[in-house]
């Protein structure tokens, strides 16, 4: 059913076919409802006029009346310009217009009063604007000032003259005959309860605001209606779950308090412990488990696995463990054969290179009963792999799988789903998880087990070349291994591989006596884990590598990380990559290396680094510099499509959007209640595929 706002741009006033077409190449804006979600991104504050005098190249903008005394044509060639001196009762100052001369000539005059409005600079002793706006006082303009809009363009856009003056003009249009369509999205009750202004208010004053408190009321509504309708998508989606998809009951617990009393091989955190009493009063709650269990790099998310892993075994069900490569399950295999083998439980490994003898044996097992513990790849969720009854699916690096994998694991059970259990050791800041995996309960382990020394992190300069190398002839010599990372820029494969090459040259040069390796994305993958297994064993003391080596693999003899060019890695990667060190007794260092050249935020992230050791304070820093949709790749996802609210700035309304949405759905889960009529009407108006509910439509 078509409304109103699905009405094509190119029906609005002033747009038209050709100008329709640039509006949906450039900014997306199809319909009236498009247009009318376009929100500014800053404003201009109009009410405000400053004198002369007051002025200085520290003002973001500056307001000013007053007259222009005469022109003067300075330069020549490209470097021509128009200067005017403007002048009022404090003082003198430049306007200067570089392009568009002979139309300033035509519409300016000396001796007329005007406004004048642009961004102040200081050349020497002369405070000056360039290519000011410039308009003549009138009563209107004098008695009121207001907070002009400014919208996003594009170069595009601005070439065919649509500049921020023809989308306000839009704008104006649109709000004046859409005015009578906005309808009301949230109860009544809870606009009360928040203090939220109505939608109608709300739309006017976002794009024409009238005060400074009236634009920060639209703001808050807008944000609080956009994540509420967020969370209660993803809310719905995991009652739906719930109720439909019942979970095996798992409450043995006698194997797992004998590993308890007898095996286990150091005291677990406190944060290790809450993590392990959450997922077993999921396990025995007759509801399917889906959690997230998030911990730094070495905090002891395997150790916890295990641990769970026995709940189930004891209960005589079967445990699936799927990582994203062959060296990260060779790994998980490794660490947890030995707690197997301590408590006499069968467990195997399946990877692409399980030969068709042992395969064959493994699935008779696995089908049987007889093999509890199964460790793999992708290889896990082939046709061939059945379970005779699979308990718990653990999925490691959970964003290197999409759902469609992950859910293939789920359907290996004819008559009940496992339990589900993601490991992630990206830490994700608590909105972005929120709103991500709203869905999944989360867990998190935020310390890390006693003894482990903290990485030592230093930012160095090229410049101090000789110092590093003198340092790592001195780790060498003690027996310890060394990574050096060279970033990557996917536009570019043939420069990496050349910056890549040229490092492990001078690497060699520098260190002709040392054995190196060398891991890059091109190799093939058997190249890869040969060249990788080299360096597990101590064959080769240097790993040059780009960034392939960032996820999971311990080798707890390698105890220093050089990053070069670091300040072209985001942060959380800077974190991860950080993280292959520190994995055995001895002290580790991550040695960051830079040109002297850095941009703000790349300081920021070096410092955060050098800083701090805790990935979630990390993950905070990195929302706040990228914004979410950057991080864990959710711009492809379309997980996070958002209009206004800012995950790195909004954490208390989206607490507090949870929360309504929450009581809302345990009160009402089929919104049939009168007082929930405008929500259901505002989803069933939605197509099937939006994933904001709190667009309009």
Same mark, same amino acid.
């Given at each position: 059913?078509?409304?109103?706002?699905?009405?094509?741009?190119?029906?609005?006033?002033?747009?038209?076919?050709?100008?329709?077409?640039?509006?949906?190449?450039?900014?997306?804006?199809?319909?009236?409802?498009?247009?009318?979600?376009?929100?500014?991104?800053?404003?201009?504050?109009?009410?405000?006029?400053?004198?002369?005098?007051?002025?200085?190249?520290?003002?973001?903008?500056?307001?000013?009346?007053?007259?222009?005394?005469?022109?003067?044509?300075?330069?020549?060639?490209?470097?021509?310009?128009?200067?005017?001196?403007?002048?009022?009762?404090?003082?003198?100052?430049?306007?200067?217009?570089?392009?568009?001369?002979?139309?300033?000539?035509?519409?300016?005059?000396?001796?007329?009063?005007?406004?004048?409005?642009?961004?102040?600079?200081?050349?020497?002793?002369?405070?000056?604007?360039?290519?000011?706006?410039?308009?003549?006082?009138?009563?209107?303009?004098?008695?009121?000032?207001?907070?002009?809009?400014?919208?996003?363009?594009?170069?595009?856009?601005?070439?065919?003259?649509?500049?921020?003056?023809?989308?306000?003009?839009?704008?104006?249009?649109?709000? &004046? @005959?859409?005015?009578?369509?906005?309808? #009301?999205? =949230? %109860?009544?009750? +809870?606009?009360?309860? !928040?203090?939220?202004?109505? /939608?109608?208010?709300?739309?006017?004053?976002?794009?024409?605001?009238?005060?400074?408190?009236?634009?920060?009321?639209?703001?808050?509504?807008?944000?609080?209606?956009?994540?509420?309708?967020?969370?209660?998508?993803?809310?719905?989606?995991?009652?739906?779950?719930?109720?439909?998809?019942?979970?095996?009951?798992?409450?043995?617990? &006698? @194997?797992?308090?004998?590993?308890?009393? #007898?095996? =286990? %091989?150091?005291? +677990?955190?406190?944060? !290790?412990?809450?993590?392990? /009493?959450?997922?077993?009063?999921?396990?025995?709650?007759?509801?399917?488990?889906?959690?997230?269990?998030?911990?730094?790099?070495?905090?002891?998310?395997?150790?916890?696995?295990?641990?769970?892993?026995?709940?189930?075994?004891?209960?005589?069900?079967?445990?699936?463990?799927?990582?994203?490569?062959?060296?990260?399950?060779?790994?998980?295999?490794?660490?947890?054969?030995?707690?197997?083998? =301590?408590?006499?439980?069968?467990?195997?490994?399946?990877?692409?290179?399980? /030969?068709?003898?042992?395969?064959?044996?493994?699935?008779?097992?696995?089908?049987?009963?007889?093999?509890?513990?199964?460790?793999?790849?992708?290889?896990?969720?082939?046709?061939?792999?059945?379970?005779?009854?699979?308990?718990?699916?653990?999925?490691?690096?959970?964003?290197?799988?999409?759902?469609?994998?992950?859910?293939?694991?789920?359907?290996?059970?004819?008559?009940?789903?496992?339990?589900?259990?993601?490991?992630?050791?990206?830490?994700?800041?608590?909105?972005?998880?929120?709103?991500?995996?709203?869905?999944?309960?989360?867990?998190?382990?935020?310390?890390?087990?006693?003894?482990?020394?903290?990485?030592?992190?230093?930012?160095?300069?090229?410049?101090?070349?000789?110092?590093?190398?003198?340092?790592?002839?001195?780790?060498?010599?003690?027996?310890?291994?060394?990574?050096?990372?060279?970033?990557?820029?996917?536009?570019?494969?043939?420069?990496?591989?050349?910056?890549?090459?040229?490092?492990?040259?001078?690497?060699?040069?520098?260190?002709?006596?040392?054995?190196?390796?060398?891991?890059?994305?091109?190799?093939?993958?058997?190249?890869?884990?040969?060249?990788?297994?080299?360096?597990?064993?101590?064959?080769?003391?240097?790993?040059?590598?780009?960034?392939?080596?960032?996820?999971?693999?311990?080798?707890?003899?390698?105890?220093?990380?050089?990053?070069?060019?670091?300040?072209?890695?985001?942060?959380?990667?800077?974190?991860?990559?950080?993280?292959?060190?520190?994995?055995?007794?001895?002290?580790?260092?991550?040695?960051?290396?830079?040109?002297?050249?850095?941009?703000?935020?790349?300081?920021?992230?070096?410092?955060?680094?050098?800083?701090?050791?805790?990935?979630?304070?990390?993950?905070?820093?990195?929302?706040?510099?990228?914004?979410?949709?950057?991080?864990?790749?959710?711009?492809?996802?379309?997980?996070?499509?958002?209009?206004?609210?800012?995950?790195?700035?909004?954490?208390?309304?989206?607490?507090?959007?949870?929360?309504?949405?929450?009581?809302?759905?345990?009160?009402?889960?089929?919104?049939?209640?009168?007082?929930?009529?405008?929500?259901?009407?505002?989803?069933?108006?939605?197509?099937?595929?939006?994933?904001?509910?709190?667009?309009?439509?």
């Amino acid at each position: 059913m078509a409304t109103f706002f699905d009405t094509s741009i190119e029906f609005l006033k002033g747009v038209g076919p050709q100008r329709a077409v640039l509006l949906q190449k450039e900014l997306k804006i199809f319909t009236y409802g498009d247009l009318i979600q376009q929100y500014p991104f800053r404003y201009e504050d109009r009410t405000q006029f400053y004198t002369i005098k007051e002025v200085n190249e520290t003002m973001p903008h500056v307001q000013i009346k007053g007259k222009i005394l005469r022109f003067e044509m300075i330069g020549g060639g490209r470097k021509k310009r128009l200067v005017a001196y403007f002048k009022d009762s404090t003082g003198e100052l430049e306007l200067v217009w570089f392009q568009g001369i002979n139309w300033v000539l035509s519409k300016i005059k000396p001796g007329i009063e005007y406004t004048v409005f642009g961004k102040p600079n200081r050349y020497g002793r002369t405070i000056s604007i360039a290519h000011p706006e410039v308009e003549p006082v009138t009563d209107n303009k004098e008695k009121k000032g207001f907070l002009q809009p400014v919208y996003p363009l594009t170069e595009k856009l601005r070439s065919k003259y649509l500049d921020n003056k023809f989308l306000v003009k839009l704008q104006r249009e649109l709000l &004046t @005959i859409a005015i009578n369509h906005i309808r #009301e999205t =949230l %109860p009544e009750d +809870l606009l009360k309860k !928040q203090r939220l202004i109505s /939608k109608k208010e709300a739309l006017i004053n976002i794009h024409f605001p009238q005060s400074h408190q009236l634009l920060a009321a639209a703001q808050e509504r807008l944000k609080f209606e956009e994540l509420f309708y967020i969370q209660l998508r993803l809310i719905k989606m995991k009652l739906v779950r719930q109720e439909k998809f019942k979970g095996i009951v798992f409450n043995d617990a &006698t @194997i797992l308090t004998q590993f308890y009393e #007898e095996h =286990l %091989p150091f005291p +677990l955190t406190g944060a !290790q412990k809450r993590v392990i /009493k959450e997922i077993y009063a999921d396990m025995k709650s007759g509801k399917q488990m889906n959690r997230l269990l998030q911990g730094d790099v070495g905090s002891g998310k395997t150790i916890v696995a295990f641990i769970c892993m026995l709940l189930v075994i004891g209960s005589d069900a079967q445990v699936a463990l799927m990582a994203p490569t062959e060296i990260l399950a060779q790994q998980h295999y490794t660490n947890l054969k030995k707690y197997a083998d =301590l408590m006499g439980l069968s467990i195997s490994l399946l990877t692409g290179s399980t /030969k068709k003898k042992a395969r064959t044996e493994l699935h008779y097992r696995l089908e049987t009963g007889e093999l509890k513990i199964l460790i793999g790849t992708h290889a896990l969720i082939e046709d061939g792999v059945k379970f005779n009854r699979l308990g718990l699916a653990v999925i490691d690096e959970q964003h290197r799988f999409g759902v469609a994998q992950r859910s293939k694991l789920w359907q290996k059970n004819k008559n009940v789903y496992p339990h589900v259990l993601v490991m992630t050791a990206t830490p994700i800041p608590r909105t972005l998880a929120m709103t991500l995996y709203g869905d999944l309960e989360i867990s998190t382990i935020d310390e890390l087990p006693k003894g482990r020394k903290p990485i030592k992190t230093t930012h160095q300069y090229d410049s101090h070349r000789l110092q590093i190398n003198e340092f790592m002839r001195q780790q060498i010599a003690a027996g310890r291994q060394i990574y050096i990372v060279y970033p990557l820029i996917e536009e570019s494969e043939k420069l990496d591989l050349k910056h890549l090459m040229d490092g492990y040259e001078s690497v060699a040069r520098a260190f002709p006596e040392v054995p190196i390796s060398i891991l890059h994305g091109k190799m093939k993958p058997d190249a890869k884990e040969f060249e990788m297994g080299r360096f597990v064993k101590g064959e080769t003391k240097i790993m040059v590598a780009t960034t392939v080596i960032e996820v999971g693999v311990d080798v707890p003899n390698a105890s220093v990380m050089i990053i070069e060019s670091a300040e072209r890695f985001g942060l959380s990667q800077l974190h991860q990559l950080r993280g292959r060190v520190g994995r055995g007794a001895e002290q580790s260092y991550c040695i960051l290396v830079t040109d002297y050249k850095l941009s703000a935020d790349s300081k920021t992230r070096l410092n955060t680094m050098v800083k701090t050791n805790n990935g979630f304070e990390i993950a905070e820093t990195d929302l706040k510099l990228r914004g979410p949709g950057d991080l864990m790749g959710t711009q492809q996802s379309g997980a996070l499509d958002l209009l206004i609210a800012d995950l790195s700035k909004d954490g208390l309304l989206l607490q507090q959007a949870r929360d309504a949405a929450k009581a809302l759905l345990e009160a009402d889960p089929g919104l049939e209640k009168a007082e929930n009529k405008l929500i259901k009407a505002q989803i069933e108006s939605l197509r099937k595929t939006v994933v904001n509910w709190s667009r309009i439509s």
